[in-house]
Every structure is written in structure tokens, then in C-alpha cells.
């Protein structure tokens, strides 16, 4: 049995974990600052600091929770790309001089491959299968191959996903993060009211565009006298728009797996908006695979995700030189 601590500082959460080889979490810490919303977003800077002032702290608690000493370990991971080079380079410091000092291997988390992986701790998944990966930073489609071995189907063309519900949120006047408070607000609205544009629907390949809907929203909410009801139904509207945009995109990317005769059984949504019960429920009701999705505590940034991907690495004997410099741009074809 192979056992990693694990740490997660790509943006705004400041995780770690301690997760083994037999699909164990023996430790889980996550603390997500709360220094941004009134800023309405990340500010990088900001995020740095705070994960230089909590890290070691929760590193700390993971240890005595799991009841382990850093002796016991077998690796340590990190989160080390994409992501604000800042923070990157906090945690993958931190991770570095931990196997410097108790002589462990050290073991380059790409984030992105982390969000695909995690649904491996939870199900008996098996390469190759189709991820969606809808997150604040990214949107994409991948054939996840096997371990280090992706295809990029497409990906979205300016804003990812989690980035969109925040820039309209903000237009309501919402606060940070927007993605939840629109889903709830979408429940009280009528989602037909509004007919915001379909950005790529009906055209060929996977790739997303969410521009359109964003600047729709914004001349809507211009003239629009925002009531509450009125903020419910663009709520609900939008929702529509991007539910209908992924099915489109999801139709497709099927087609492009069958069209390089890769049989795709299992399909998996993953990343923060993947938490969106409304496009959970829509996207299950209209695709003909078996849809999975990790529970909503690893949707969202963890480092659950970033120490089950150590495992799978180090099964593998992907581990990695001290030497290793972080990547604020790393995608997985890099590989």
C-alpha cells in the first residue's frame, strides 16, 4: 500500500490531504479564503499570502488527523500547473522540501489531470472514458487515454465556464462566487423568458464560446429593471442558454471519439461547475452514457484529487526532479 500527502494551492483553496493507495482519505484539510469577495474575484497577490500563512498549519493537522508521521509516506504531491504561478509555487516549494528532507520521492500534480483522475478514487472507471471539465479556469473536452496520455476534443474559445456565471453574477449585482447563488436564484425563475444566444450549437467539433451569453446578459441587465424576479429569470434563462450549449458540444465530442474508433462507455463532468445540479439533471436526462461525477466537495478545487493522481503517478513511477519549475500554462498534451 502506497500512501501520499498532497497539496493544493492553484488559486484560492489551500488543501491538503493524505490519501493511500487502498482509496483511503485518512486526512482532509481545505481552508477557502474568504479575502476575495469583495473584490469580486481572485486577486492573485492576495491568494499567495494567504497560502504562505496557512500551508504549513494545515499540513500539520493532515499529519496528526491520519495519525501518521511524514516517515510513513511514500511521495509527496502537489499541485504544480496550471494555476496563478504564485500559489504554485507556494505549495510546490512546501511539497519539494518535505521529500528533500525525509527523502521521498516528489511527484508534479498537473491540475487538470487531477480533476479527470479523482473519479477513479470513487468508481471503478476504466481508460479510456470522456471527460468534460468545466471549472473558473478551464473548459475542455478530453479522452482521458490512461494515466499521462490525454486527447483534446475542444475547449472554450475565451471564457471558461466558472468564469461566465461569475462575470454575470457580478452584473446582477451577485456576490463572489457566482455559480451557486445563480443556480439558486435559477430555481424561483422561468427559464424561457429570455432568449440569449447558442454560441457554436449546430456547428462541427466540440469547441465552447461563452462570450455571446455574457454580453447578452449585460445589454439585457442594462435596460432591465432588476427586480427580484427579473434577476430569478435571467438566472434561469442562462442556465437554459449553457445547458443547451453543452449538450450540443457533448453530442459532438461523442462523434469525434467514435470518428478515432475509441469506444467510450464512461463519460465524466468534473471541475466546479460540475456542482450545477440543474446542469447535472439536464445533461443525464439527454446523453445516451454513463455519466459520473465526483461529489461536489471534489468538484471543486481539493487536494483529495491532487493525492489520488500522485498514486496513479507513482504506480506508474511518474515522479519527478526537485528540479521541477511550476507552469501557470501547462496542458495535458504536454505530457
Not at 197 to 202: G, N, Y
Request: charge should be neutral; proline fraction near 3%; aromatic fraction near 6%.
Amino acid at each position: 500500500m502506497k500512501t501520499i500527502l498532497a497539496v493544493e494551492t492553484s488559486c484560492d483553496e489551500t488543501a491538503v490531504a493524505i490519501v493511500n493507495s487502498d482509496k483511503q482519505v485518512l486526512a482532509h484539510e481545505i481552508l477557502s479564503q474568504r479575502e476575495h469577495k469583495k473584490c469580486g474575484g481572485v486577486i492573485p497577490e492576495v491568494a499567495s499570502r494567504a497560502h504562505m500563512e496557512h500551508l504549513s498549519g494545515l499540513i500539520k493537522s493532515a499529519i496528526e488527523k491520519s495519525n501518521l508521521n511524514f516517515c510513513d509516506l511514500d511521495a509527496i504531491a502537489a499541485t504544480s500547473g496550471p494555476g496563478l504561478i504564485g500559489g504554485l509555487i507556494v505549495g510546490t516549494m512546501m511539497a519539494k522540501a518535505i521529500a528533500h528532507v525525509v527523502q521521498k520521492p516528489f511527484i508534479a500534480v498537473n491540475h487538470l489531470e487531477a480533476h479527470a483522475l479523482v473519479i477513479r478514487l470513487l468508481y471503478e472507471v476504466k481508460f479510456p472514458f470522456l471527460v468534460l471539465l468545466i471549472s473558473g479556469g478551464h473548459c475542455q473536452f478530453l479522452i482521458a487515454q490512461d494515466v499521462g496520455r490525454y486527447i483534446k476534443l475542444g475547449e472554450t474559445l475565451d471564457d471558461s465556464l466558472g468564469e461566465a456565471f461569475d462575470k454575470v453574477a457580478k452584473m446582477l449585482g451577485l456576490s463572489y462566487p457566482g455559480g451557486p447563488l445563480i443556480e439558486k436564484l435559477a430555481e424561483k425563475g422561468d427559464g424561457a423568458r429570455f432568449k440569449f444566444p447558442r454560441a457554436m450549437r449546430k456547428r462541427s467539433g466540440c469547441d465552447l464560446s461563452f462570450s455571446g451569453v455574457k454580453t447578452a446578459v449585460k445589454n439585457l441587465v442594462q435596460e432591465l429593471e432588476m427586480s427580484e424576479q427579473n434577476v430569478c429569470d435571467v438566472c434561469a434563462s442562462f442556465q437554459e442558454c449553457i445547458s443547451d450549449i453543452l449538450l450540443d458540444r457533448v453530442h459532438n465530442a461523442i462523434i469525434m471519439a467514435e470518428a478515432l474508433n475509441i469506444r467510450i462507455r464512461d463519460f465524466v463532468i468534473t471541475g466546479g461547475v460540475a456542482a450545477n445540479n440543474f446542469l447535472r439533471e439536464r445533461l443525464k436526462r439527454h446523453v445516451d452514457l454513463n455519466i459520473l461525477f465526483p461529489p461536489n466537495n471534489l468538484c471543486t478545487d481539493n487536494a483529495v484529487m491532487i493525492g489520488w493522481t500522485g498514486i496513479e503517478m507513482l504506480r506508474k513511477s511518474y515522479v519527478d526532479s526537485l528540479n521541477f519549475a511550476p507552469r501557470p500554462k501547462w496542458e495535458l498534451a504536454e505530457y
